[in-house]
């Protein structure tokens, strides 16, 4: 959408008022994404009166799109907006004979009831590979209600769990495309940056309210309470993507120091009656829910595994690949563990350097590209030395270790301590287990290795210097 396209748009959204000449300007440069001092200096303004009338402006804009309206966000609410209030053709257009006397002498717009909603950083979905059983559970859990069930088998609050490049943000906001015109409000906010709850509230607050609550409430309590009266009173989906940003590194599950109001909000929103629900995704589920959760509980988790062969077929095909035997198929999904972000960036190299033919690309063996490292580096580095040592015994291992095998590895080491090791390295999906024995994926077994050989290299060299 060009800038000209989008003050077309504004004219119909704000029904034929013009803008000032000054806000024309303002929207127009922050629509090029520039800053108020440099809109200000190129205007020949004063930084504070640009900014005053910028937030007028979205504010304005705000009311009348029935979702919160930033500088930062306008392109993507603009474009949102199109696609959802397509201009109607002559054809669509109520007939004039159709409407009141009054309404005809006043010219009134007959319009739908406008859903709302807000999305902060969501994630393009319009190409998406698989998950559909996933999908399917999530709508069994969430809008059971619609099919057939009672408001207590609806589950409250879902965790999307999975080591990163599974997918998770891809599903979540796959589920909120779908679904979205099942819920009067949704709201997705992204956590990557780790933003305090506090500067979250208001703009929660605003959307629920319909644009009413204009002043919010001066403590954070108080805020949360507001969101769950709002939980109750309406049908809404509040989407945290990455909330693994808002843990401490270890131990697992652990909020930041800070961010202990996110605490609050999600044991509320997890045990207290509403008719909505909140969707999490992280790499490591919150120890808030442990307690609360399970098979027949308005709390659950869906851990996500790899894709199936099928899907990882249908995946690197579109990016132009093949392989000339089922066989090479399944030994993709294996070296890969189905990871949806390490096929991607495999299908991109196998492309470019082996033009698209997987199996000439297996001959090479596992091979683990930076990307795929970079993602494992941090996962790694949020891990406790305890939790890297066990990592470095199960590449040793290279293989099923039972856990008898790993603490005989260990001199000395209590039984409680290594299974709270196994059981926070589990929590962050970065170990396999089966009937009591434990590994690791194979990529995630080769970073490990390189990372063991590296530390093992560097010790020597400690040495030798010492020497």
């Known amino acids: 959408m060009t800038v000209e396209e989008a003050l077309v748009l504004l004219d119909r959204v704000l029904q034929g008022q013009k803008l000032r000449d000054v806000q024309e300007q303002i929207f127009r440069y922050s629509w090029q994404g520039w800053t108020y001092p440099a809109i200000a200096d190129h205007l020949g303004y004063d930084t504070g009166h640009i900014r005053d009338v910028g937030s007028q402006l979205w504010r304005?804009?705000?009311?009348?799109?029935?979702?919160?309206?930033?500088?930062?966000?306008?392109?993507?609410?603009?474009?949102?907006?199109?696609?959802?209030?397509?201009?109607?053709?002559?054809?669509?257009?109520?007939?004039?004979?159709?409407?009141?006397?009054?309404?005809?002498?006043?010219?009134?717009?007959?319009?739908?009831?406008?859903?709302?909603q807000h999305w902060e950083e969501v994630l393009d979905v319009s190409v998406f590979y698989g998950r559909s059983q996933e999908l399917a559970l999530l709508q069994q859990w969430i809008l059971r209600d619609y099919l057939g069930g009672t408001a207590s088998q609806r589950c409250r609050l879902v965790t999307i769990a999975g080591m990163g490049g599974m997918g998770k943000t891809a599903l979540a906001a796959k589920f909120a495309e779908q679904c979205q015109d099942k819920f009067d409000v949704v709201i997705w906010q992204s956590l990557r940056n780790a933003?305090?709850?506090?500067?979250?509230?208001?703009?929660?607050?605003h959307v629920l309210s319909h644009g009413r609550e204009t002043q919010p409430a001066s403590s954070i309590d108080t805020q949360i309470s507001q969101v769950m009266g709002y939980l109750r009173s309406s049908r809404c989906l509040l989407i945290l993507d990455h909330v693994e940003s808002i843990l401490e590194k270890t131990p697992a599950g652990q909020y930041r120091e800070g961010y202990e109001d996110y605490e609050?909000?999600?044991r509320r929103i997890g045990s207290e009656h509403h008719a909505s629900c909140l969707v999490l995704t992280s790499r490591e589920k919150p120890k808030t829910l442990m307690s609360l959760e399970g098979k027949a509980s308005p709390i659950r988790t869906l851990t996500l595994t790899g894709l199936n062969p099928l899907e990882i077929r249908e995946l690197v095909q579109a990016d132009g690949c093949f392989a000339e035997t089922q066989t090479d198929w399944i030994e993709l999904a294996k070296y890969y563990s189905g990871n949806p972000f390490a096929l991607k960036v495999v299908a991109t190299?196998?492309?470019?350097?082996?033009?698209?033919?997987?199996?000439?690309?297996?001959?090479?063996?596992?091979?683990?590209?930076?990307?795929?490292?970079?993602?494992?580096?941090?996962?790694?580095?949020?891990?406790?030395?305890?939790?890297?040592?066990?990592l470095y015994w199960l590449?040793?291992?290279?293989?099923?270790?039972?856990?008898?095998?790993?603490?005989?590895d260990f001199v000395p080491i209590s039984s409680s301590t290594l299974l709270g090791a196994l059981l926070s390295l589990k929590q962050r999906s970065l170990i396999e287990k089966r009937a009591g024995s434990f590994t690791l994926q194979p990529v995630v077994m080769k970073y490990v290795t390189d990372q063991l050989l590296n530390r093992i290299e560097a010790e020597v060299e400690k040495e030798c210097d010492r020497v």
Do not use: C
Request: proline share 6%; glycine share 2%.
């Open 60 to 116: 304005q804009l705000s009311q009348e799109m029935e979702e919160l309206v930033t500088k930062k966000n306008l392109q993507a609410v603009l474009r949102r907006y199109a696609q959802q209030h397509p201009e109607p053709s002559p054809k669509s257009a109520v007939p004039m004979a159709r409407l009141s006397k009054n309404d005809r002498a006043f010219g009134t717009r007959v319009t739908l009831p406008v859903r709302r």
């Open 395 to 408: 590449a040793v291992h290279q293989d099923w270790a039972s856990f008898a095998a790993l603490r005989d």
């Open 349 to 390: 190299a196998v492309r470019d350097l082996f033009d698209g033919n997987i199996t000439t690309f297996l001959v090479q063996g596992t091979i683990t590209f930076s990307d795929i490292y970079e993602l494992l580096d941090e996962q790694f580095q949020r891990l406790s030395d305890l939790e890297k040592q066990v």
């Open 264 to 266: 609050d909000l999600l």
């Open 195 to 205: 933003p305090a709850i506090a500067e979250l509230l208001p703009t929660w607050i």
